[in-house]
């Protein structure tokens, strides 16, 4: 504009200066003046120009270093100037306002996705199409021993040596469409996952997110269930199998042979009998496993009038084989639960250590209370002792030491399962120590009231 100005007023006072000049002939005057007044007007305007591109500059540079510092810029818009920049720095303050509200928006929002992903109990893992890690959370990394920060730009080989996992999201990768699989996984502890993974962008930089599972649990269950039933018909097949036999032998002859009739009766009987025990003790540990319901009252137990119950119950069995039982050291002592458990409990202890004893031996009982807060009981005999393997097994359900003589004797494999888990289920601890040719001793700690 000032340009403009200075050449609506040079022009005309130029042609005002060399109009003598002109109209008298004197050219070289006329000349030397015209080029003292461009030359002036020259200079006038490279000054100008100057000043104003050195303002434009000046508010240029405010520009680029505020939209620069964006989201969260400090440096301040330039005041006043040309109308097309005071137009242009509102416009910038709008859209700072913007992008400030959606960074802080994408921020948050990914706290809080970081944060719900690294509070799951499930492993996840994303990687991008050459199978990089992009992000795993702690699960993850707690589940392989690994670090969640270091995990970031790693291959996956580097981070997991699983080719279960590699093979998933190759798949999940190449072809785009959801993956679901039960893997099994050494490097996990040889824990058992369901995995499910899904594609992640769209070609040609798609990659892969994949979660996983815990359910080893399950499958030990499900494990658990198999062998169980497994180990229930193994027990039945053989008392109904002799109970069969014995019964066809008798409908074929056997009844007129007196001889042996009363005897095949008796082992038809003892068969019978063991039948009963079988199927009360699945009854039992059906009602332990059934955490539905309604678990009955609790109360106070005299300790020592449950052991005298055990006693009377096994009084007969260990009279028939000149078993000595000795309750002298049992001293008054109380605790809280449901008494037929815990009779339960000591019948299968004494009822075992008269079973599984040498005949003439002895069964020791004592209960009494250790201090203030706990209760002891436990069961010794006198008999030939469990072998140190087996020690650690004698509690899984089915497991008899010596299945030979288990099975004369009326074992079920079942006594003591339901032992720990009645224990247990009032809080207490059971423990077995045990010599070979010296015999065992059950443990039986309870709190005390």
């Not at 005298?308 to 084989?321: G, I």
């Amino acid at each position: 504009m000032a340009l403009l100005l200075l050449i609506l007023v040079g022009v005309p006072a130029t042609l005002v200066l060399l109009n003598d000049d002109m109209i008298a002939g004197r050219a070289y005057d006329a000349a030397v003046k015209l080029a003292i007044v461009l030359a002036i007007v020259g200079a006038t305007g490279l000054i100008l120009t100057y000043s104003v591109s050195a303002r434009w500059a000046e508010r240029t540079r405010l520009l680029e270093e505020f939209v620069a510092g964006l989201p969260n810029t400090q440096n301040p818009l330039p005041e006043g100037g040309p109308e097309e920049l005071q137009t242009l720095a509102k416009s910038m303050r709008a859209m700072a306002s913007r992008v400030t509200e959606v960074v802080e928006r994408a921020n948050l929002e990914l706290s809080r996705r970081e944060t719900i992903l690294a509070c799951m109990a499930e492993g996840v893992l994303s990687v991008d199409t050459q199978l990089r890690v992009n992000f795993c959370n702690d699960a993850f990394a707690a589940a392989f021993g690994t670090r969640t920060r270091s995990s970031e730009g790693r291959s996956l080989y580097e981070l997991v040596r699983e080719p279960a996992l590699r093979e998933i999201l190759e798949r999940v990768v190449t072809s785009g469409a959801p993956e679901k699989d039960l893997v099994r996984l050494p490097s996990a502890a040889g824990r058992w996952f369901e995995a499910r993974a899904l594609p992640l962008g769209h070609e040609p930089r798609r990659g892969a997110v994949i979660a996983l599972h815990d359910v080893t649990d399950i499958q030990h269950q499900e494990q658990m269930r198999k062998d169980f039933v497994a180990d229930v018909s193994h027990e039945l097949r053989t008392p109904l199998a002799a109970i069969r036999g014995y019964a066809e032998t008798l409908l074929d002859g056997g009844l007129e042979d007196e001889q042996n009739n009363r005897r095949f009766v008796e082992i038809i009987f003892s068969h019978a009998v063991r039948l009963n025990s079988i199927a009360s003790d699945l009854l039992v540990i059906s009602e332990l496993d059934n955490k539905s319901a309604p678990s009955p009252p609790i109360e106070r137990i005299a300790v020592l009038d449950v052991v005298h119950t055990a006693l009377t119950t096994v009084e007969k069995s260990a009279a028939e084989r000149g078993i000595r039982v000795n309750a002298d050291n049992c001293l008054p002592c109380y605790v809280n639960g449901v008494r037929f458990r815990l009779e339960q409990v000591m019948v299968n202890l004494v009822d075992n250590a008269v079973k599984f004893n040498r005949p003439d031996g002895e069964v020791v009982v004592e209960c009494g209370p250790i201090n203030q807060e706990l209760v002891r009981v436990s069961v010794a005999d006198s008999g030939i002792g469990i072998p140190n393997d087996d020690l650690k097994r004698i509690f899984e359900r089915f497991y008899r030491v010596d299945k030979a003589r288990s099975r004369p004797a009326g074992g079920t494999g079942l006594g003591l399962p339901i032992v720990k888990e009645v224990v247990e289920g009032m809080g207490g601890t059971v423990t077995v120590e045990s010599t070979l040719g010296r015999g065992s001793k059950f443990t039986v700690t309870l709190r005390s009231v």
